[in-house]
């Protein structure tokens, strides 16, 4: 837990294939209205539209019982929309284990909020026709 000038607040990071997110969850008073979610300063409904995105965002709040407790902030890059959103997840996730290890952690753990998903794009190698894996067109005659 973090604090200056009585605004405390927990941070955590969560990451998912080429996306990071830095999550923030605001305890004591804020700008921010409690239960609100900023993402890159814009509201979370207008960065991630729709409600399939809706209940995912909100899937982990709602695990651990702790809907509109929180105000939160997060700063988030790389990646596309979806990997981006799984990493504000993994970002929340971990948050909310800063709150209360003993009684959060294994729920979030079993429907697997807590875990990083590694996959990312392989890198081009050097001598190959553009793409990790593709290979140069040999001549036919």
């Known amino acids: ?4 000038d009585s605004l405390s607040y927990y941070e955590a990071v ?16 804020t700008e921010i209205a409690k239960g ?3 993402v890159n300063g814009r509201p979370v409904e207008r960065y991630f539209p729709g409600e399939v995105y809706k209940k995912m ?14 105000a939160v902030s997060i ?6 929309l979806s990997g981006q959103l799984g990493a504000v997840i993994h970002g929340i996730s971990w948050a909310l284990e800063k709150v209360d290890k003993e009684k959060f ?3 979030l753990k079993k429907r697997g909020f807590m875990t990083r998903d590694p996959r990312a794009k392989e890198r081009r190698k050097a001598g190959r026709a553009g793409k990790a894996r593709a290979r140069k067109q040999s001549p036919k005659r």
């Open 57 to 70: 965002y909100l899937e982990p709040f709602r695990t651990t019982n702790t809907m509109n407790r929180f």
């Open 14 to 29: 969560g990451r998912r294939r080429e996306a990071t997110a830095r999550v923030r969850l605001y305890v004591g008073e």
């Open 105 to 107: 952690r294994p729920i």
């Open 36 to 38: 609100a979610i900023l």
């Open 1 to 4: 837990m973090t604090s200056s």
């Open 75 to 80: 700063k988030v890059s790389g990646g596309g």
